[in-house]
């Protein structure tokens, strides 16, 4: 009877993470993934963009299994192209938390991703995106962006900077929506109490897995829920100083196959009956398992409570 890997699942952000600054996987990363699946690990994306952001990519990377897409707002199967889950944004709060946060902090540039598999990204004037190869749609007034039902609301400062003006928003905004520091330019706001931990939560539902037996890679403060509710977290040296301090172990950066550093070592180099015991700051399996059983049971409940009072309260979807 085969051995059972040490980590079910194998959860990784793409920006700053996976994938290099041309926004390809290295042969390494690529190698190091197939040796966790010949270890029995599947590998899920947890990506902060919305879906049609990543389908080419996943296309080309052969990728066919689930992936949490949009901050956790969308559980995506990538095999057969069906979008399972999606948790959209009530665009009157969504209007309303602009309104607060442009009240504290003075006007702000704003941007959506649209609900749906080919749900687009429309931006105000004066929005730039800080990711330039990502297609975009321009609007001439911003009411344009509550055209029809999004995922998540994109915000810029022409000032702050992204910590601060996450603070400002964080501040202001309440449970209107939860805010996340996602990337440099990329503040956003999505569904209260839905973010990219909640994402692999349901996807390690649907697949049969204990969310505490993931080892998660990430490199920005919109992270951290996914470590949280992992095994065992790994940082890239690239990242945010929040996920540096809430990570287990700081591997290389994205451009130095960080990942892949990480999976030839717990997977192809040390012996298996030793692989949990590996990482040299790895936390006792149960005290792991706990962490995580109880951060998700308060985390789900407080999201379907609290997008179920957001539904109540709107009159859009």
Same mark, same amino acid.
């Given at each position: 009877?085969?051995i059972?890997?040490a980590?079910?699942?194998?959860?990784t952000d793409?920006d700053?993470t996976?994938?290099r600054h041309?926004? #390809?996987v290295s042969?390494r990363?690529?190698?190091?993934?197939?040796l966790?699946?010949?270890?029995?690990?599947l /590998?899920?994306?947890v #990506?902060?963009?919305?879906?049609?952001?990543?389908?080419?990519l996943?296309?080309?990377?052969?990728?066919r299994?689930?992936a949490?897409? $949009?901050q956790?707002t969308q559980?995506?199967?990538a095999g057969?192209g069906?979008?399972? /889950?999606a948790?959209?944004?009530?665009?009157?709060?969504?209007?309303?938390?602009?309104?607060? +946060?442009?009240?504290?902090?003075?006007?702000?540039?704003a941007?959506?991703?649209q609900?749906g598999?080919?749900?687009?990204t429309?931006?105000? =004037?004066?929005?730039r995106?800080? /990711?330039p190869a990502l297609?975009?749609?321009?609007? $001439?007034h911003?009411d344009?962006?509550?055209?029809?039902? +999004?995922v998540?609301v994109?915000?810029?400062h022409p000032?702050?900077?992204?910590?601060a003006?996450?603070?400002a928003?964080?501040?202001v905004v309440?449970d209107?929506?939860?805010?996340?520091?996602?990337?440099? $330019?990329?503040? @956003?706001?999505?569904?209260?109490?839905v973010?990219?931990g909640?994402?692999l939560?349901?996807?390690? @539902?649907?697949?049969?897995?204990?969310p505490?037996? #993931?080892i998660?890679?990430?490199d920005?403060p919109n992270?951290? =829920?996914t470590?949280?509710?992992s095994g065992?977290?790994v940082?890239m040296?690239?990242? /945010?100083?929040?996920l540096?301090a809430?990570?287990?172990?700081v591997?290389t950066s994205?451009g130095?196959d960080g990942?892949a550093?990480v999976?030839?070592?717990?997977?192809?180099?040390?012996p298996?009956?030793?692989?949990?015991?590996?990482?040299?700051r790895?936390q006792?399996?149960e005290?792991?398992?706990t962490?995580?059983q109880n951060?998700?049971h308060?985390h789900i409940?407080?999201?379907?409570?609290? +997008?179920?009072?957001?539904?109540?309260?709107?009159?859009?979807?």
């Amino acid at each position: 009877m085969p051995i059972p890997p040490a980590y079910a699942l194998v959860a990784t952000d793409l920006d700053g993470t996976l994938l290099r600054h041309d926004d #390809t996987v290295s042969p390494r990363s690529r190698a190091a993934l197939a040796l966790a699946a010949a270890a029995g690990a599947l /590998h899920l994306v947890v #990506t902060g963009r919305p879906v049609p952001g990543i389908r080419n990519l996943l296309a080309e990377l052969d990728y066919r299994g689930l992936a949490v897409c $949009g901050q956790g707002t969308q559980l995506y199967d990538a095999g057969t192209g069906r979008m399972l /889950h999606a948790a959209t944004l009530d665009r009157d709060l969504a209007d309303t938390a602009l309104g607060k +946060i442009e009240a504290q902090v003075g006007p702000v540039f704003a941007a959506v991703d649209q609900d749906g598999p080919e749900g687009r990204t429309l931006i105000e =004037p004066g929005y730039r995106m800080p /990711h330039p190869a990502l297609p975009a749609q321009r609007t $001439g007034h911003r009411d344009e962006l509550w055209a029809t039902p +999004i995922v998540k609301v994109l915000v810029r400062h022409p000032e702050l900077t992204d910590d601060a003006l996450a603070a400002a928003a964080r501040a202001v905004v309440g449970d209107l929506a939860t805010v996340t520091l996602s990337g440099p $330019g990329t503040v @956003e706001l999505q569904p209260y109490g839905v973010d990219k931990g909640t994402g692999l939560a349901l996807a390690a @539902e649907a697949l049969g897995v204990d969310p505490a037996a #993931t080892i998660a890679f990430g490199d920005m403060p919109n992270d951290l =829920p996914t470590f949280r509710r992992s095994g065992y977290g790994v940082a890239m040296a690239n990242a /945010h100083p929040d996920l540096r301090a809430a990570a287990d172990e700081v591997t290389t950066s994205n451009g130095d196959d960080g990942v892949a550093v990480v999976l030839e070592r717990v997977f192809g180099r040390v012996p298996r009956n030793d692989i949990r015991a590996a990482p040299e700051r790895r936390q006792p399996a149960e005290a792991a398992r706990t962490r995580s059983q109880n951060y998700m049971h308060t985390h789900i409940v407080q999201a379907r409570t609290a +997008i179920a009072r957001n539904r109540s309260r709107g009159t859009q979807p």
